[in-house]
């Protein structure tokens, strides 16, 4: 999409995933220039996304995150922040994202991608995010670099994509400024 198209359009608009998007989620990611780039399998059931966001509602405040791109009602697309439930590992977690075919290139991922780093930084304690991404999928490795993430190595034939086994990029982000804990007021000892 164009900068003079996108620019035409009203903004996007971003929220957390309910129950209710079910059926908006499971046609977007339905799509076969979607779930390509997934590791999720095809023809996902609106009953299955409904099961996994009731899960995510019923769980209560936790650092988990799934959070919906929008322009006047269309779902644009998608993105999920997972924390990883080890012990040793809770400063980390998944991330997930996908952008409509008929969206891509108009700024969804960067709003999406934004949206998640500040949430993973600011707000759930969180000092690592994870993702792989398939090797041939040249627009997300570039979104995911602008943002930080690193490639921290290749795992071959990661995943069966269309009958035939595909490598991914392993790719990480660390905090780019840790949080640290604040000193004693101004005139208490310290």
């Not at 999406?112 to 707000?123: F, I, K, N, T, V």
Request: net charge positive; hydrophobic share 45%.
């Amino acid at each position: 999409m164009s900068p003079a198209a996108t620019a035409a359009l009203p903004p996007i608009s971003l929220r957390r995933a309910t129950p209710a998007d079910a059926g908006a989620l499971a046609r977007q990611l339905a799509d076969a220039a979607v779930f390509a780039n997934l590791m999720q399998l095809p023809w996902p059931t609106e009953a299955l996304w409904r099961q996994r966001l009731e899960k995510m509602a019923a769980a209560g405040e936790t650092a988990e995150l799934l959070l919906l791109a929008e322009r006047g009602g269309v779902l644009l697309g998608s993105i999920g922040l997972h924390p990883v439930e080890r012990v040793r590992r809770r400063h980390a977690a998944m991330l997930g994202s996908s952008v409509g075919a008929a969206h891509q290139g108009g700024g969804v991922g960067t709003a999406l991608m934004q949206a998640a780093c500040d949430y993973a930084d600011r707000w759930a304690q969180l000092l690592r995010l994870e993702l792989t991404v398939f090797v041939d999928n040249a627009r997300a490795i570039a979104l995911y670099r602008r943002f930080g993430f690193q490639e921290e190595g290749r795992h071959r034939a990661y995943a069966l994509r269309d009958g035939a086994y595909v490598d991914v990029l392993s790719m990480a982000r660390l905090h780019p400024h840790p949080p640290a804990a604040l000193g004693p007021p101004p005139g208490e000892p310290g």
